[in-house]
């Protein structure tokens, strides 16, 4: 007899699929539920970056000779400096405390890119996983930005230029000249920003150059008693050290000198090579260069050439100028915080719009892959069960002959 094959036919695979049809709904439903939970709050964590662009403008930002604040070492990547991250998470430690700056740093989780000539733009972009919510994200690149705002503040925070170097200086000569240099600084820098802000700041810009003017009288005073009575904090120490420094200055005057005649020469030589413009320029810094150092040696002339020398050995001038250089410090304070005012007025944090997500899928692409795949494993496993209840249905087994020899020794008895 011969025997048959069973073939599989297109209807017969759909009518075993569906007789498993409740069975393949269920799956199908928990696969793509559970593939689209686990991508949405799974993998886009991984892959997703929240992203922001911004420009910061403040007092100087487009010029490199501003001349009240120093920016030029200010680098745009030490935004996301890992020193910042902590400061940012330091500012809301309540809402921050739960994000990883130290990995976020270490793994390169975030960078920043700055673009833009005239007005420098920078974007930063954090990994997803970071954050609990798009509104903490937000909250902490906003405290990242601030990075520039006070970098300009620290700056103007920091205008105790000459007076830092004042304590560790012995000589009152040069005591008295960083507190002149103080003076100067602050004056030049006063009457300018006096022209630059509304009434109120200028109004206190134009009090404090008073107070200035009368303090540089004092000052001038207490220096020219300084000169007049050789007050010294050392007599033997001020006559070695000057006598070397007078040396040194007048090796310098020979030098300075004969590089101004070798410059005259040339020029009165009508020599071709000799750029007028570049020579008049070096010309005027020899000369203000000659001044300064004819003022020096004649300022220690008069402290170690056979003049008596006034120990200050009760400390009286060493007070007075103490004195001088704490009120300096107050005057220096008064200049901080009008600059201060300044820069908060003038300084501003803009944002290219909201801050965004990049990289993600969305929940709808994310429930069709769940509903693509939940459908593809629920139709295998719906065939596969059908398939194999079909196979248990259609075995039947077969029952055994009866024997004939038993048969027929029953019918003899």
Known sequence: MEEERDGLSL???LHTIFSQKW??????ALLTAGITLALYFGYNPQVTDYVSTFTVSFPGSERSDFIFLDISNFQFREIIAL?????AKASDEEKFEYIDVQSMHLNNNISITKGGEEQPSYTIRINAKYFRSRSDATAFIKALAQKPIDYIMSQAAAQDVFLSGYDSAKFYEDKCSLLKKQVNYLTERLNVLSTLTEEELKRDCGELLTELEFYERQLDS???EMRKEHYVHDADEVKNEYELHKFALDNQLKTLTRELELIFGRISESDPAVNLAQASKRIEELAKQIAETEELIRIYDEYYIDKPLSEDTDGTFAGKLTELNERLKSLTDSYEDNLKQYCTKTSSIVYAGALYREGDL???VCLLIGLIIGLIVA???AYIVGA???KKTTETPKEAPADINDNTDNDKN
């Open 11 to 13: 209807g017969g695979i």
């Open 23 to 28: 069975l393949a709904l269920i799956i199908a």
């Open 83 to 87: 020193d910042n991250l902590e400061a």
């Open 222 to 224: 207490a220096i020219g």
């Open 362 to 364: 969305n929940v709808v």
């Open 379 to 381: 139709v295998i496993v």
């Open 388 to 390: 194999y209840k079909l």
